[in-house]
């Protein structure tokens, strides 16, 4: 699960951002079914967060869990350099068995020329099986009888819409070496590797295992670990499922960049000790925080025009002397300039620090406690006074280097608006372990 | 260089009222209450000042923005008042204006007047407002604890102390103000705690456990100012006058600029310096005679020591330990308990500092009398460590 300051707007952001280190993509694609915006494209938010130009074509894709596949099938249809970025954090209430089963995660692919894998077929069904719904009136999801979904599915989805993805691929189901298909209810894939002769197991069911059902992103995380496991030649099966099926048969060409990172990261987290904890963080009960909660975090819009890019980008300016700092002044904080002049955007966002001071405050509201917070100064000359998350077991300390995380800074629950800023976080997340 | 206002201000009346949970009174009857009793000082009427200063740190709670909540209650009638705020040092602000023009000849006689109205919130410490500006898109919403907290973690990190010898000496701070709170009549925590209760106490913000800290109170307090010529004509033959008022507002470069360290606060050090000059005080550790600081929290009265220049730099709490700065000690420190025990309605406190200076000058200390009171130094600090508003302000007499 992710933590009380991620949405899917910072999952997908920071799935993406490795994908953006060399070159800016033609286009940026975010897809989730739990955006917390309805109306403000989360695209354009992650353009911003990711400090992309702002000629990048963008678009939203919702409302299905396969919005993720449809997304990066239309991106390999285009043959365009693309990131498609896809993200889940659902809301569960107890008692269901999403609460237990969903898990809050994000995938982030990227398309384009050169090695890597190859679409060589696909096939999709377009089919509105309500086999489970979230609506405004019912945002937790709601699920229909497993053994009518899987029937039809099976039937109906699975089985027409792969075996015409191989057919267009002009390979036999034998040939398929790895397989990340997303299953509305377990048992499916079992029943359909069986029929159609394929030995390769499920990286979607592993995933699950570790992570929990992340929904749009589920077939896209999945995807990176069948590609990390197929050796160079071998096929890779991809199948997104909901309100339909989009079959993608690759075939692995060369390494991916990024791809061994995600399987990796199954291995890394924290592990939740207390139930209240999870209940608290996935709002499955209600807090009363107390008065300190009842302050408003408000917002303004001209001032998120004014300076919002660079605050959700981490855009500091360096001076004519090369210091860099944040935020960007008029009269730069460098004691050696008492002019105005103008600042060269620096992105602080990709850089680490170290921390210069730090506390864990354990009297100002937040709904994680404790508030650990501090200066933190970053080699080229910016200092900053930062939030910091991913807390370790010790606390941090003086001297730590620390990377940068997009979060949620601020909250308005009254208004419906959230803040995005960085936060700093220990470098290495933490292993899992045997715990 | 300025002459500095040196000797050309005198106080000739002060008032505090009791500071604490004031459910019974609003603002404008705490700042009566401190007004009538410098008036009353004084031996003057209310339409004997000519002008006025204001301070109230946070307009939004009770007390309400603009001069006019002070001149109605005061009913000070139509003469210039001017509300002023600069975080926690917004007492010594309002002192330090209505000085100035006494200094510059704008009137003869002038009023400083600070207040506060916090309990009405609800709940301990400085309530939290975000209006949605720039900072509040990046800027962390720090408590005050969690601030200066970071103090003692950098201070701890360059002088190589361990943390819990300077958790020793912060909770040294503390009981000495406890101690010398519990002998001031209008303190709002007049209870003496043990050590161990202080070092054992919950954690606010590591290391500050809520005895490091200090709450906040309901409270006014207020000067009257004349030029000593004037003073003299009232009948004080030896008024005590403003050796200096000096403030320093940081630019920015503590929290923006990487050469600080955290470990001390640059705004008090630069106000000290030019309080220092501005009095004609070469020694400070040999010339102060007591200090009223803004001990905020333990860590912030240990730190200002060093700031001030009364101890040397990582000695402070060996000093502390030694007992330098109790109220038996060389140089006193928080004789009337403190923003931690007298109480800290924030745009009264640095008012409430001068009251103490002026009464030990004056001999009215009552039972926590020093003797041989000469100079006595304030300082008000608003916002935090890294971003702060210092203020400094040294007392004496003239014969």
Request: net charge negative.
């Amino acid at each position: 699960m992710a933590g009380w300051d991620e949405d899917p707007l910072t999952m997908a952001a920071e799935a993406a951002r490795v994908l953006i280190a060399d070159s800016p993509p033609e286009a940026l694609r975010f897809a989730s079914t739990s955006a917390y915006f309805t109306d403000r494209g989360q695209a354009g938010a992650m353009l911003d967060i990711l400090a992309l130009p702002r000629h990048i074509r963008t678009s939203d894709a919702a409302n299905s869990r396969r919005a993720g596949t449809s997304a990066l099938l239309e991106a390999l249809l285009g043959q365009r350099e693309e990131v498609i970025a896809a993200a889940e954090k659902r809301e569960t209430v107890p008692g269901n068995s999403a609460n237990l089963s969903f898990g809050d995660g994000a995938a982030a692919v990227r398309t384009g020329v050169g090695k890597g894998a190859q679409l060589l077929g696909h096939a999709t069904i377009t089919h509105d099986l309500v086999d489970r719904y979230s609506s405004r009136e019912h945002p937790a999801s709601y699920s229909y009888e497993e053994r009518f979904i899987r029937e039809v599915a099976i039937a109906e989805l699975l089985l027409p819409a792969i075996t015409a993805a191989l057919d267009n691929a002009g390979i036999a189901a034998g040939d398929i070496a790895q397989a990340a298909v997303a299953e509305p209810a377990g048992g499916c894939w079992a029943a359909v590797s069986r029929k159609l002769g394929i030995a390769a197991s499920n990286h979607c069911a592993t995933l699950e295992e570790q992570a929990g059902d992340l929904g749009v992103a589920h077939p896209l995380y999945a995807l990176g670990m069948a590609l990390t496991a197929a050796a160079i030649g071998e096929h890779v099966l991809l199948v997104g499922f909901g309100s339909g099926v989009d079959a993608l048969v690759f075939r692995k060409d060369g390494e991916i960049p990024g791809a061994a990172e995600m399987a990796e990261a199954l291995s890394q987290g924290e592990r939740l000790e207390r139930i209240t904890r999870f209940l608290s963080l996935t709002g499955g009960i209600e807090m009363d925080w107390g008065m300190r909660a009842e302050f408003a975090q408000k917002a303004q819009a001209t001032v998120l025009e004014r300076v919002g890019r660079d605050m959700a980008g981490f855009v500091g300016g360096r001076d004519s002397l090369g210091n860099v700092q944040f935020p960007k002044s008029s009269i730069p904080v460098n004691p050696a300039l008492n002019r105005p002049e103008e600042l060269v955007d620096v992105r602080l966002a990709e850089e680490n620090g170290t921390i210069v001071s730090l506390t864990s405050d354990r009297l100002n509201f937040t709904p994680d406690p404790p508030f650990d917070f501090g200066l933190v100064q970053f080699a080229n000359g910016a200092r900053v006074l930062m939030e910091m998350v991913d807390r370790p077991p010790e606390g941090f300390t003086i001297g730590q280097e620390v990377c940068m995380r997009p979060r949620i800074k601020s909250l308005n629950r009254a208004l419906g608006f959230r803040t995005y800023f960085w936060k700093a976080a220990p470098v290495a997340r933490p292993q899992l372990g045997d715990a | 260089m300025a002459s500095g206002i040196r000797d050309k201000v005198a106080i000739v009346g002060m008032g505090c009222t009791r500071f604490g949970e004031r459910w019974d009174i609003g603002a404008d009857g705490l700042m009566v209450e401190a007004f009538a009793e410098a008036l009353a000082d004084a031996g003057l009427g209310s339409e004997q000042i000519e002008a006025a200063w204001v301070g109230n740190a946070l307009d939004d709670i009770n007390v309400g923005n603009s001069a006019l909540p002070a001149a109605h209650a005061l009913r000070l009638a139509r003469i210039p008042v001017t509300r002023v705020e600069n975080m926690c040092a917004t007492g010594t602000e309002a002192l330090r204006g209505a000085a100035y023009a006494v200094a510059s000849g704008a009137v003869d006689i002038a009023l400083a007047i600070g207040v506060e109205k916090l309990k009405d919130t609800g709940y301990g410490g400085l309530p939290l407002r975000t209006k949605g500006v720039q900072n509040d898109l990046w800027m962390p919403y720090g408590s005050a604890p969690g601030t200066f907290a970071q103090l003692a973690h950098a201070y701890s990190a360059r002088h190589g102390i361990d943390s819990k010898d300077l958790k020793r000496a912060m909770a040294h701070v503390s009981w000495k103000s406890h101690q010398n709170g519990a002998k001031a009549t209008k303190a709002h925590l007049r209870k003496p705690v043990e050590l161990d209760t202080i070092l054992n106490a919950p954690l606010i913000a590591d290391p500050l456990g809520v005895l490091d800290c200090c709450g906040v109170s309901d409270g006014a307090a207020a000067a009257i100012l004349t030029t000593p010529e004037i003073a003299r004509s009232l009948g004080i033959a030896s008024p005590v006058t403003i050796k200096a008022i000096q403030l320093a507002a940081s630019d920015g470069a503590e929290m923006q600029y990487g050469a600080w360290d955290g470990a001390s606060v640059p705004t008090t050090q630069a106000a000290a310096r030019r309080a220092y000059a501005e009095a004609g005080i070469g020694d400070p550790k040999r010339e102060i005679d007591m200090t009223e600081v803004h001990d905020c929290f333990s860590i912030t009265e240990l730190v200002i020591m060093e700031d001030l220049g009364l101890s040397d730099p990582g000695r402070a709490p060996a000093d502390i330990l030694d007992g330098r700065y109790d109220a038996e000690g060389a140089i006193p420190c928080q004789l009337d308990g403190g923003l931690k025990c007298f109480g800290h309605p924030v745009g009264a406190s640095g008012l409430r500092m001068a009251y103490e200076a002026y009464n030990q000058l004056l001999e009215r200390g009552g039972e926590r009398q020093r003797p041989n009171i000469r100079h006595a130094l304030t300082h008000n600090l608003g916002g935090a460590p890294f971003n702060s508003v210092a203020a400094v302000a040294i007392f004496g007499r003239i014969d």
